[in-house]
C-alpha cells in the first residue's frame, strides 16, 4: 500500500512524541493496524498513543500474553491488541474485537492474523528500522487523521 505520509523518529522519545500526537487525533471508530517486525516500536507507539488519551500515569502493559487490555477515556474505550499469539480469526469476536470495531478506539498489533475481520477503513501504521531509530509510513482511510496530525505538528 503507498503511504500518504512518512515521519522519521531519530530516536524513542521522537517515537514518543508521536505517539502522543497520534493518541490525540483519534476518534472513536478509529482502527490503526500497527505494522513492523518485532522490536520496530508497535508496543512503543500505542503506550505513547494511549497514555495521551487514558492519562499518563496510567501502566500500559503489552498484551502479548492477555492478547487485548482495554482502556476507559474522554474518547471512550480504546483497545490495544497484540495478535501474535492468536491461535485463530474467530477468536477475533472471542476477544471482543469485532464488536469493538467501528465503534471504539482500537491499536492493533501483528494486525495480519485479523483475516476476515480486517476493516475495510482501518488506517495502517507501518514501521521499519532506519539507523538507530524508525521510520513511520500511514496508509489507508487516513485523511482525517493526517489532517489532524498536521495541525497538531
Ligand atoms: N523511534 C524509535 N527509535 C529508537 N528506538 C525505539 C523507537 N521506538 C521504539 N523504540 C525502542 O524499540 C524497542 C522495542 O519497542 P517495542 O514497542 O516493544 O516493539 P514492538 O512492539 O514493535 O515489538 C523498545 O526498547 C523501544 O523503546
Ligand atoms: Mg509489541
Redesign the pocket.
Known sequence: MKPLAEFL????E???R?GARLGLCLRPGMTVL?Q????????????AAIRALAGEAVDVP?PTFTLVQTYETPQGEVWHA?LYRLGDAGEVAELGLADAMGRDILLI?WPDRLGDYTPTDAITVT?AYEG???R?AISGAAEGLLACLEGSA
Not at 523518529?9 to 524513542?12: G, R, Y
Not at 513492523?36 to 503506550?47: D, I, N, T
Open positions: 523518529l531519530p530516536d524513542e521522537a517515537g514518543r508521536f500497527l513492523g517486525p518485532v522490536g520496530a516500536g508497535k508496543s512503543h507507539l500505542a503506550r503489552s497484540d498489533e514501521l538507530e531509530g524508525r513511520l
